[in-house]
């Protein structure tokens, strides 16, 4: 299953990343994005703020998916945002999935990993609170 069963999943800043849904996971997206020139830092590394960028589109995604298996959809807001940088990441796919520690009626708390070649050894993880603003039904 890729990105094209969920267009919402992924805003246009995420696309022009070159983010894209490379499959699901216990109902929950996992990104990729390949080591296009346009966000590299050092050279041959990725910027991390690219790394960052990924980690922030998947929690929004994990959230998306959530409410809409609700049959909700909200305004996602970042609260904050806790990147830790483990190891540089390289010019190669890199990969991103969040999981949702809670999901409250305001807020969210989503945990994100970030990996390359062995999930087992993650290039960056982060925290992130997230404020919902549910559309208002009729």
Known sequence: M?????PDLLSHYARSLGIE???F???VPVLRV?????IEGRPDHFHGGATS???ETAAY????MALSER?????LKPINITVQFLAAAKKAPLFAKARITKLGRRSANVTVEAWQEDRE???ASAVMNVMIQRDAKA
């Open 25 to 27: 996971e216990d109902n």
């Open 61 to 64: 995604a994990a959230l998306r």
């Open 53 to 55: 960028g990924l980690m």
């Open 34 to 38: 390949s080591g296009i020139d346009a």
């Open 2 to 6: 890729t990105d094209e069963a969920h």
């Open 121 to 123: 050894r993650p290039r």
């Open 21 to 23: 849904v490379s499959g």
């Open 71 to 75: 049959g909700e959809e909200a305004q």
